[in-house]
């Protein structure tokens, strides 16, 4: 168990799901489902012609996208680390790229209880009922993002990631995928790209 000290808009934030009935998968992991890109296929064509590309880094206030080493260094007694996930996408061409967005979810689970006067971070729900909590189910690295120009003349996309102390040290992967939603049902066009979150004890 870990205490810290974290801004409630984190966890309301990373907590809920706030999608349409395709991206349902803060549960996926959950339930203990690898296949979270198969299961949300809803049976439709896949048409995985669109390239992505997952890069570990940081945009800059000039919206410009600058790679930086997958390894956070915390202090074990209690901490947290963030760094962004971006996509790259290729061959967008044939489509409305205001109707894309790129999924993102990942293997690292959490359980959050989230009070005034701190946080506390477990591995699994049944760690925190044991000790008298109620925690919330954070999935690192999850989200949806627009296909956008964050100012320097390139489309991405994009997702905050995290590392804290609980269970150092560890690696998580951030799995993603492109669909468009032009349709009356999403359609998935892009394979699953990859990238690692490496999870470290200062020294």
């Known amino acids: 168990m870990f205490k810290t000290a974290v801004l409630s808009v984190l966890l309301t934030s990373c907590i809920g799901n706030v999608y349409d009935n395709m991206i349902t998968y803060d549960t996926a992991r959950l339930g203990g489902n690898d296949d979270w890109y198969e299961s949300y296929q809803n049976d439709e064509v896949v048409y995985d012609n669109v390239g992505i590309d997952l890069h570990v880094g940081h945009l800059t206030s000039a919206g410009t996208f600058e790679s930086d080493d997958p390894y956070l260094y915390l202090d074990p007694t209690g901490d947290w680390a963030f760094i962004q996930v971006v996509?790259?996408?290729t061959n967008v061409g044939s489509y409305n790229t205001?109707?894309?967005?790129?999924?993102?979810?990942?293997?690292?689970?959490?359980?959050?209880?989230?009070q005034p006067s701190g946080s506390w971070i477990f591995l699994s729900q049944e760690e925190c009922e044991a000790q008298g909590?109620?925690?919330?189910?954070?999935?690192?690295?999850e989200g949806i993002s627009g296909y956008f120009d964050a100012g320097a003349g390139q489309d991405i996309a994009a997702v905050n990631a995290h590392c804290t102390a609980a269970?150092?040290?560890y690696t998580y992967t951030v799995e993603a995928y492109?669909?468009?939603i032009s349709q009356p049902d999403p359609v998935v066009i892009s394979h699953v790209a990859y990238a690692d979150i490496n999870c470290r004890a200062q020294q």
């Open 133 to 141: 909590y109620y925690c919330d189910p954070v999935v690192a690295g």
């Open 87 to 89: 996509a790259f996408l």
């Open 98 to 114: 205001d109707l894309i967005r790129v999924a993102f979810t990942s293997d690292r689970v959490e359980w959050i209880c989230g």
């Open 178 to 180: 492109v669909y468009d």
């Open 167 to 169: 269970g150092l040290p």
